[in-house]
């Protein structure tokens, strides 16, 4: 049997770079390589493509020092253009499987160069890709679906020259205290709590850092509930939800990755109906944002009233130790070695299927 070339890409220039590095481990290590000839291509935080021969590189990070570019060639070839100091020379690829976060990794701009190649890919398309990863357009489609999400404020990076303005009318439509996020990033990266002016004021600079669109959201006490979705068309599952449990106020960057006594609960107790009303409304986004393959829908159990309340939709999920999705699809009868290769086939799909 010949095996068909997987280029699979890890790192980027996204602040959740790190965390791509660790989540490709994961994957590449799943792949059938009886099936597979595995390509790994590594993107620097500076942007520079680099072919590495081993997973064992990636852990210790000496990828990094790879002389070996790896670049995908936008032409319909379909190959990857290889290029050392002695000779330039190419290779066919039949998918790809992006494990990259963040910007230029899960904003549907990498998805349009395979688009271009024609190279079928895993994971969420351009739009879908896009829209998902852009808070303030999730919003919007959301907006439309019926499924309650917490009331926002879009800001324009532009617009906080005259902080003044903008912290009024911020002050006339929300409590404190609140959210801040960039509309464009991951991981919680430059999210924070504003607790009073000052802090939104900090708040958003720090956002605006990250990204020119930022929302700034009511804060909604409750659990936070993940809910693992996977597929296409019609034949979209959802596979369960699992509950963070923070150590740290809110779910951020280090509470995620850096400190030990956060955790996960994989099928956590809820009130009657709330586990299935999450999955429902899982699946009701990622199919209204056009998603294929895999995403994680984060939603509040709100104290008190238990609403669900819709948070954000991830198109390339983390697969660290402590990732929620691989561990939901497990519970659900799917291991990761089945589900990772699935996802593979699956790409031949995107645009055959109803």
Avoid at 109 to 127: R, S
Avoid at 330 to 341: A, D
């Amino acid at each position: 049997m010949n095996k068909k070339n997987v280029a699979v890409i890890f790192g980027g220039s996204s602040s959740e770079h790190d965390i791509s590095c660790i989540s490709v481990v994961t994957v590449a290590k799943a792949i059938d390589r009886e099936k597979y000839n595995v390509i790994l291509i590594g993107i620097t935080k500076e942007g520079h493509w680099l072919y590495t021969d081993s997973v064992e590189s990636i852990e210790d990070g000496s990828w990094r020092k790879s002389d070996i570019s790896a670049i995908i060639s936008p032409d319909t070839k379909r190959e990857i253009i290889f290029k050392t100091k002695e000779k330039i020379y190419s290779e066919k690829v039949d998918f790809v499987f992006p494990v990259l976060h963040g910007l230029f990794g899960e904003d549907g701009t990498i998805q349009g160069l395979f688009e271009m190649a024609k190279i079928p890919y895993v994971g969420c398309g351009v739009l879908s890709s896009a829209v998902s990863m852009d808070k303030l357009y999730t919003k919007i489609i959301v907006d439309n679906l019926g499924i309650t999400q917490a009331a926002y404020v879009p800001v324009l990076k532009k617009q906080l020259d005259d902080m003044d303005a903008v912290i009024a009318e911020i002050e006339a439509k929300q409590s404190y205290p609140v959210f801040v996020k960039p509309s464009n990033a991951g991981s919680s990266k430059g999210v924070s709590k504003a607790e009073n002016r000052e802090e939104l004021k900090s708040a958003l600079l720090l956002a605006a850092e990250h990204d020119s669109k930022i929302l700034v959201e009511e804060t909604i006490i409750g659990r936070e509930i993940e809910c693992a979705v996977y597929g296409y068309g019609k034949n979209v599952i959802s596979a369960g939800v699992g509950e963070i449990l923070a150590a740290a106020d809110f779910y951020d960057f280090d509470a995620k990755y850096n400190n030990e006594e956060s955790k996960t609960v994989i099928g956590p107790e809820l009130p009657d109906g709330k586990s299935e009303e999450i999955e429902e409304a899982a699946k009701k986004i990622f199919v209204a944002v056009d998603g294929f393959g895999l995403s994680r829908v984060d939603f509040f159990l709100e104290k008190d009233t238990d609403r669900v309340v819709f948070n954000e939709i991830n198109t390339m999920p983390g697969h660290t130790a402590i990732s929620m999705y691989p561990m939901l699809m497990e519970s659900k009868g799917h291991p990761l070695s089945e589900y990772i290769n699935e996802l593979i086939e699956m790409a031949e799909k995107r645009h055959d299927y109803e």
